[in-house]
């Protein structure tokens, strides 16, 4: 097929999203963008896998970049409908048909006959992010489930995502290691996280995710298309997601101390289902061995890193 037409939503405000209901029951003031991210993600996540809806959203959304690709698809009509010549049926069936090179740049209709309908997406979350998971971890609702082994890296984080609730039944405390006292007293959000193979547990990564490609469009190279777009927006913005100087208060806590500002080089990480270890192979991302392998809504994920090539740029102030 030719290369679908790809639209970027950057971070914006999604308040008053109700994870409990489906994308075409919210409110019309959300990001249209958004809510097309939404119905691609619910038909795979929630109807393919069977992932509860609450669980989809969450409140990384609102920080992420998010990438919609849309197909145009014909509106048949039925002869007698307006532009046909017999009896209406009740609303339009899309036959799927995929997008052409040179579309133009909105999703919106371009005929009565035909619209374009969201097909796949993905997201980039900045930094920061919560610890590691710990192997063998299980989470629901990016929640770490109290079976599951205690963190390496933190008594207290305990969550795949930035916000999410702690569990009720914490495992015993034990004595605080080294790294677990750095983060209780980092200046940044989360602090240190463990070293793995291509983590060294500080440097800021951005993370892939809720990459999902409708059925009926699989095998396309939708998903590539939508990466190479992400990737290449990430690789000519290197810095936008890089907070300023002023921005973490260090103009006032250490003058001059730029060097301690999180700078963005290029890393990117991924919690790959492991059924699509394949596809993030094919981009370039490498299994982190040590991250070792957990469960996200019981489906098996493995950490994966690439690394893009940024030209480096100074630091905002
Ligand atoms: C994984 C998924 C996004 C791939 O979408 P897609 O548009 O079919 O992928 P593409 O057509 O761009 O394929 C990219 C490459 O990966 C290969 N590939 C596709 N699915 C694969 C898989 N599951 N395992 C291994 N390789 C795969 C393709 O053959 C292609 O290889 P090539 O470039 O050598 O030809 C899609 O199957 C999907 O939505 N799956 C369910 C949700 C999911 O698993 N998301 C990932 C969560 S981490």
Redesign the pocket.
Known sequence: MGTPFISLLEPTRLDGYDSSLPHDQQRDTLPPVFIDAMAAREA??VQ??GIPLSHEYDEDDARSCHWVAYASVNIRRPPGSPGGGGTQEPGPEPEPEPGEEGQETTPAARSPETRSVPI?TLRIVPFPHPPHPPPGARYANNVLLPSSPPSTSTSTSTSTSSSSPLPSSSPPQTAQTPLERERQQSALPFGPDRRTTYHDGREPYVKLSR???VPD????????QLWVAARRWLEEHPDYFNPSVAELGMDQLRVGAVGDIPRWNGLVL????E??I??YE?WGFRVDQAMGKWYEEGIPHFGMFARLDIKRSDPKV
Do not use: M, P
């Open positions: 795979v996540f393919e896998q796949g990459l999902a490609v469009f699989r095998g396309l190279n939708i998903a590539t991924c919690h790959a289902q059924s699509a394949g596809v094919r």
